[in-house]
C-alpha cells in the first residue's frame, strides 16, 4: 500500500528544500536570483517566472532574473509600480492570483500567451523591495501550498538582497570616512601631532571623527568629534559637519561661535541627528588654547613637572538637542612647552559595568608628557587592547616648541 499522505510530505519537503538551500548562500546575489527563478520554475511546474527588485527612488520595478520571459520581460527593463501584473502586487503588498489573465492584468504577459498568474511580494525589514511572479501558458489554479511555496522563494531572495544592500552600505561607509579621516595629519611648525581611529562595530564604520587644520590666521584649528549611531547614514552626517566646522572655523574668531552656527546646521538640516564635538584653536605662538565642548567629554593635558589630568573646561549641551540653547562657551587655557593635549571619543574611556570617570582616571595614568606617537601608542596599549564595543577615536598634540620662560 502506498502511502499517500508521507509521499504528499516528503514532495512538499523536497519543495521547500529547493528554495531554500543552504548551498544557495555560495552564489553571488545575481546568481542566486537565476538559480532561484529556476528552481521556482522546476518544483511549481510553471512557465515562467521573474524577479524584479524595486527602484525606491524611481518607483518602478527592474527586472533582475527571469524564465520564460527573455523576449517579453528583458532584464533591466522597468515596470511603474502599480501597472501590470508585477505592479499591482507591489502596490498591494500581498499575494494576488489570477487564474484567467486579460489584456487588462498585463498586456505584455497576456500577448507571451500567460493565462495564470501567482505573484508575491519581497520584503525587508518590512519594507517592500521587489516582487516574484510565476505563469502558465495554460488555465491553472494554484494552491496555496504553492503561494506559502513562492513566499519562501521570495524571502529567500530577500535576504540575498538584504545582505548584498548591507555589503554595499559597508563599503561605502568606509569609502566615505576613508576619504574624511585624515591619512596624514598636517605639518604644523610648534607641533607634533599622532592619531587613531578603531571602529567598534561590525559595519567597521561609525560617526567619530577627528580633524586638524591650519586657519590664515596661523592658529591651528583641532577637532574630534562623534555622531549619534553607526554605519552609512552616521559617516554621511558626520562628513557633512565636518566639512561645515571647516567652512565655519573661516569666518569665525573662537571655537564657540563656530559651533553655535553648526548647531544652528543641524537643527535645520539634519533634524534627528545628534552629535558631541571639541572645536579648539590653538595659538600661531602654540603657548595658548581656546576650547569649546558641545557635549563632549573634557580633554586631558599633561605638562612637564605636572601629572596629567581633564582641563577644568565647562561642557554645553550637545548639538542637534533644539533651537533654544544657552549661550556657548570659550575656554582659554594655556599650553606649556613639551606639554601634550588628549582629545579622544568616548568609547576610549567607556566600559560596561564602571563608570565613565573610572576609564578617565585610567586614560589620564596613561599619559605623560613626549611626543605624541609614543603618547599615542601608550594610550591605546592601555585602555584599547580589548576588542572595542563602541568606536574610539584619539587625537593627540605636543607641544614642541621650547620657549624662553
Known amino acids: 500500500m502506498i502511502?499517500?499522505?508521507?509521499?504528499?510530505?516528503?514532495?512538499?519537503?523536497?519543495?521547500?528544500?529547493?528554495?531554500?538551500?543552504?548551498?544557495?548562500?555560495?552564489?553571488?546575489?545575481?546568481?542566486?536570483?537565476?538559480?532561484?527563478?529556476?528552481?521556482?520554475?522546476?518544483?511549481?511546474?510553471?512557465?515562467?517566472?521573474?524577479?524584479?527588485?524595486?527602484?525606491?527612488?524611481?518607483?518602478?520595478?527592474?527586472?533582475?532574473?527571469?524564465?520564460?520571459?527573455?523576449?517579453?520581460?528583458?532584464?533591466?527593463?522597468?515596470?511603474?509600480?502599480?501597472?501590470?501584473?508585477?505592479?499591482?502586487?507591489?502596490?498591494?503588498?500581498?499575494?494576488?492570483?489570477?487564474?484567467?489573465?486579460?489584456?487588462?492584468?498585463?498586456?505584455?504577459?497576456?500577448?507571451?500567451?500567460?493565462?495564470?498568474?501567482?505573484?508575491?511580494?519581497?520584503?525587508?525589514?518590512?519594507?517592500?523591495?521587489?516582487?516574484?511572479?510565476?505563469?502558465?501558458?495554460?488555465?491553472?489554479?494554484?494552491?496555496?501550498?504553492?503561494?506559502?511555496l513562492l513566499q519562501l522563494a521570495a524571502d529567500r531572495a530577500s535576504l540575498a538582497r538584504r545582505t548584498r544592500a548591507s555589503g554595499l552600505d559597508r563599503s561605502a561607509a568606509l569609502a566615505l570616512q576613508r576619504s574624511l579621516l585624515p591619512t596624514h595629519l598636517p605639518d604644523a611648525p610648534g607641533v607634533d601631532m599622532a592619531a587613531r581611529y578603531v571602529p567598534g562595530h561590525d559595519a567597521g564604520v561609525g560617526g567619530d571623527w577627528y580633524d586638524v587644520f591650519t586657519l590664515p590666521s596661523g592658529w591651528l584649528g583641532v577637532v574630534i568629534g562623534d555622531v549619534s549611531g553607526h554605519g552609512l547614514q552616521s559617516a554621511v552626517v558626520m562628513g557633512r559637519l565636518r566639512s561645515a566646522l571647516r567652512a565655519y572655523a573661516l569666518v569665525c574668531d573662537d571655537p564657540a561661535s563656530a559651533l553655535t552656527l553648526l548647531d544652528r546646521k543641524i537643527h535645520h538640516f539634519e533634524t534627528g541627528n545628534l552629535a558631541t564635538v571639541l572645536y579648539a584653536m590653538i595659538s600661531p605662538d602654540r603657548a595658548i588654547i581656546r576650547v569649546s565642548l558641545a557635549g563632549h567629554l573634557q580633554p586631558v593635558l599633561a605638562a612637564p613637572g605636572h601629572p596629567a589630568d581633564t582641563l577644568t573646561i565647562p561642557v554645553d549641551l550637545p548639538l542637534g538637542i533644539g533651537p533654544r540653547q544657552p549661550a556657548r562657551r570659550c575656554t582659554e587655557v594655556a599650553f606649556p612647552s613639551d606639554a601634550v593635549l588628549i582629545c579622544y571619543t568616548d568609547g576610549l574611556v567607556e566600559r560596561r559595568g564602571e563608570i565613565i570617570d573610572v576609564g578617565i582616571d585610567r586614560l589620564c595614568a596613561a599619559v605623560e608628557p613626549g611626543p605624541a606617537e609614543e603618547v599615542c601608542a601608550r594610550v591605546m596599549s592601555t585602555l584599547a587592547g580589548e576588542q572595542a564595543t563602541d568606536d574610539i577615536a584619539l587625537l593627540a598634540i605636543h607641544s614642541a616648541t621650547r620657549r624662553i620662560p
Open 3 to 148: 502511502d499517500v499522505q508521507g509521499s504528499g510530505s516528503d514532495e512538499r519537503l523536497r519543495r521547500i528544500e529547493a528554495v531554500t538551500d543552504a548551498a544557495l548562500s555560495q552564489l553571488d546575489v545575481k546568481d542566486l536570483l537565476a538559480e532561484l527563478v529556476d528552481r521556482v520554475g522546476e518544483v511549481l511546474g510553471v512557465d515562467t517566472a521573474a524577479i524584479l527588485l524595486l527602484d525606491l527612488h524611481a518607483q518602478q520595478l527592474v527586472a533582475t532574473a527571469t524564465k520564460g520571459l527573455k523576449d517579453e520581460v528583458r532584464e533591466g527593463s522597468r515596470t511603474p509600480v502599480g501597472r501590470g501584473f508585477a505592479g499591482r502586487v507591489a502596490r498591494e503588498k500581498q499575494p494576488v492570483l489570477v487564474e484567467n489573465v486579460t489584456a487588462a492584468d498585463d498586456s505584455a504577459l497576456f500577448d507571451r500567451g500567460v493565462r495564470s498568474l501567482l505573484g508575491v511580494p519581497m520584503f525587508a525589514g518590512g519594507e517592500l523591495i521587489g516582487v516574484l511572479h510565476v505563469g502558465c501558458l495554460r488555465p491553472h489554479r494554484f494552491t496555496s501550498d504553492d503561494v506559502q
